[in-house]
T-cell receptor, first 113, second 111 residues
Framework: AQSVTQLDSQVPVFEEAPVELRCNYSSSVSVYLFWYVQYPNQGLQLLLKYLSGSTLVKGINGFEAEFNKSQTSFHLRKPSVHISDTAEYFCAVSDGNDYKLSFGAGTTVTVRA | NAGVTQTPKFRVLKTGQSMTLLCAQDMNHEYMYWYRQDPGMGLRLIHYSVGEGTTAKGEVPDGYNVSRLKKQNFLLGLESAAPSQTSVYFC??????????FGPGTRLTVL
């Protein structure tokens, strides 16, 4: 199984500032990569995913992520955050032949006015 | 479409009691999963199923059992609840290795 490391457990950020959430995984074999968001007291919903193709992936709500195979990373970015982006963000990885996901520990983003 | 639904939303148990959590999906997905979420640990896979009548162990299966008698339902059972099973439980479903769709969660407290 993959090991997934989210390098920041908490990220405070001011409204309209950019944010980057870092994610590294353990294996360089063919992988599928996902970012999920969890708003307070809710389930997880998909922000974006990389299955193949372009390494720059665009998702919902203005988020994007870049797959870097040599660095085994899949960092999430947003150029200008809103108060409503306050949530917990999870990076998840599965091997190409294994549909099971391994999740990182999560990054809590708190957006302040 | 309701997507993935979970019953109940909240439950409090005493140590040693049993209960069953129900997950239902209306997307005709073959694959279904049960996770638990604990602070600072992300989501950990308990059991999963790749089709009706099949189940398999995930990362943290001890103390749990599952059944998938119908394609749309995936049940998680706790035979003898322990305080260590206090957690938030999420069910998910997917079409093979693509996106997993999550339910709203069940918050379980074991006293």
């Amino acid at each position: 199984a993959q090991s997934v490391t989210q390098l920041d457990s908490q990220v405070p950020v001011f409204e309209e500032a950019p944010v980057e959430l870092r994610c590294n995984y353990s294996s360089s074999v063919s992988v599928y990569l996902f970012w999920y968001v969890q708003y307070p007291n809710q389930g997880l919903q998909l922000l974006l995913k990389y299955l193949s193709g372009s390494t720059l992936v665009k998702g919902i709500n203005g988020f994007e992520a870049e797959f870097n195979k040599s660095q085994t990373s899949f960092h999430l970015r947003k150029p200008s955050v809103h108060i409503s982006d306050t949530a917990e963000y999870f990076c998840a990885v599965s091997d190409g032949n294994d549909y099971k996901l391994s999740f990182g520990a999560g990054t809590t983003v708190t957006v302040r006015a | 479409n309701a997507g993935v639904t979970q019953t109940p939303k909240f439950r409090v148990l005493k140590t040693g009691q049993s209960m069953t959590l129900l997950c239902a999906q209306d997307m005709n997905h073959e694959y279904m999963y049960w996770y638990r979420q604990d602070p600072g640990m992300g989501l950990r896979l308990i059991h999963y199923s790749v089709g009706e009548g099949t189940t398999a162990k995930g990362e943290v299966p001890d103390g749990y059992n599952v059944s998938r008698l119908k394609k749309q339902n995936f049940l998680l059972g706790l035979e003898s609840a322990a305080p260590s099973q206090t957690s938030v439980y999420f069910c998910a479903s997917s079409y093979r290795e693509d996106t997993q769709y999550f339910g709203p969660g069940t918050r379980l407290t074991v006293l």
